[in-house]
């Protein structure tokens, strides 16, 4: 019997448990739940229908990013990655708390509607492999490259300067890393980490 004919329950489980309990359609058929099946299980209320195309294990601790995971996967995670201040969120790297979701897409995406409570940023060129790491379950850019992004979007430089300062202590960045992902943006974003940078050095 094929996997698509048979449901794999505990790799699914395994799946959402590094999602916080969240889950696609899409995914679930990778492990053999058709639509039957998923609606089967969401009406046994063993799976809860957040929204269309997007589950969650019914009864899973909650998760203090939930929402990001679940603004995430709900959107595209194949090509979208979390960013700007949602990103030092999830390092823990300023603290901010920002109004909206950040979420950075192709600009393809240009035209999609953004669900409520979601900044949808899109790029000509989508994040590299090297900008992108898995945090809490989910693709976030770089600590460097949130870090620049905030600083183009307009986050405070306090919040910056002590980004910058807690990336380079815990190793999550380099001072070239920072630097290089600055020069992309220029500006503002480019002098506020540059002069935050020296400040770090000469602490």
Not at 9 to 28: D, I, N, P
Not at 60 to 73: D, G
Not at 143 to 151: D, E, K, V, W, Y
């Amino acid at each position: 019997m094929t996997r698509k004919s048979r449901p794999d329950h505990s790799k699914l489980f395994e799946l959402a448990t590094e999602q916080a309990g969240y889950f696609t359609s899409e995914q679930a058929r990778r492990w053999g739940f058709t639509w039957d099946l998923l609606s089967y299980h969401a009406q046994k209320g063993n799976f809860q229908r957040v929204r269309r195309g997007l589950y969650r294990m019914a009864r899973f601790p909650s998760s203090p990013y939930e929402e990001v995971v679940a603004a995430w996967l709900g959107f595209d995670p194949k090509k979208t990655v979390v960013s700007h201040e949602t990103a030092l969120q999830l390092f823990d790297l300023a603290d901010v708390v920002p109004a909206k979701i950040h979420l950075t897409a192709p600009r393809s995406h240009r035209s999609r509607k953004s669900p409520a409570g979601v900044r949808v940023h899109t790029a000509l060129r989508s994040p590299g492999r090297n900008d992108i790491v898995i945090r809490h379950g989910v693709r976030a850019t770089t600590p460097a490259r949130s870090i620049a992004n905030s600083a183009a979007y307009g986050t405070a430089p306090e919040q910056i300067a002590r980004a910058v300062r807690e990336a380079l202590s815990r190793g999550l960045a380099t001072r070239s890393e920072l630097l290089v992902a600055a020069r992309r943006h220029g500006g503002r974003a480019e002098k506020l980490i540059r002069r935050a940078v020296e400040e770090a050095r000469a602490s």
